[in-house]
């Protein structure tokens, strides 16, 4: 198995609401959609964003799931800017789109700068200035 | 706020054993690490996923935290290879790594051939054959 990660998918209890938020709210351009079922957004090279129902993706983790979808360990997002000033520009954005604020920016412990928002379903936005962070013209990533 | 993932970071009750699952079972080379605190893999073009303890992430999202990690909508990754055997070996690869079957492979509704494994954290990997998805040469996704 190949260290590669194709899609993301977010089960998120409205595709619409999910919808009207990256599309509308943060103008993401959507690759492929079926209306009311799911929508996919670019969100890097080779990466997939699916918004998908959550019972739809319960049921297409086990068909015969009859309980809410699964449940993961935690996880977060993260969004790389170039600078504090972005950072909170960024977060400024997504507000502005209908995210939540959970941490106002600040600065990190690891030398940066970031802060957290949650979409409507509740999936956490690190938004962040790393200043050790670097990516190569090839994708290859330096911390 | 432009479309780009540049981290997922999985709040995992136990680094170790999330690094003996991903560096030793599966070979990824970690790119950063702090032994015992957080693995970075890379994933994709300027995509990296890093490893993290459970608590050390809900602290990050909110420095006033006490209860568990935060708990986000259902999300999983998805790992899609070149055909129906390979997603037969892959899924091997990753069981024989410490992964949990989930889903057996399967003919999917969308055309394709996909299975779910859990890693032992519980994070859902599909990994999957798609027909309809390609990548073009300059990382765009079509389906």
Redesign the interface.
């Known amino acids: 198995?190949?260290?590669?990660?194709?899609?993301?998918?977010?089960?998120?209890?409205d595709v619409a609401a999910a919808r009207r938020f990256y599309v509308d709210g943060?103008g993401?351009?959507p690759?492929?959609e079926v209306p009311g079922d799911v929508v996919?957004?670019?969100?890097?090279?080779?990466?997939?964003?699916s918004l998908f129902g959550?019972a739809d993706?319960?049921e297409?983790?086990?068909?015969d799931a009859t309980g809410?979808?699964?449940?993961?360990?935690?996880?977060?997002?993260?969004?790389?800017v170039e600078s504090a000033e972005q950072v909170d520009a960024?977060i400024a954005?997504?507000l502005a789109?209908g995210a939540r604020l959970?941490?106002p920016a600040r600065r990190a412990a690891w030398g940066g700068y970031h802060g957290?928002v949650a979409d409507p379903?509740?999936?956490?936005w690190?938004?962040?200035f790393n200043p050790s962070?670097s990516?190569a013209a090839?994708?290859?990533?330096?911390?």
Chains 1, 2 share one sequence.
């Open positions: 198995m190949e260290p590669r990660v194709s899609l993301i998918t977010l089960g998120v209890p943060l993401w351009t690759t492929f996919f957004l670019q969100v890097g090279p080779g990466l997939l964003l959550a993706l319960a297409d983790v086990d068909p809410p979808a699964p449940a993961p360990a935690g996880m977060t997002l993260a969004h790389n960024v954005d997504a789109a959970v941490k957290y379903a509740g999936v956490l690190e938004i962040a962070w990516v090839d994708g290859t990533v330096q911390i």
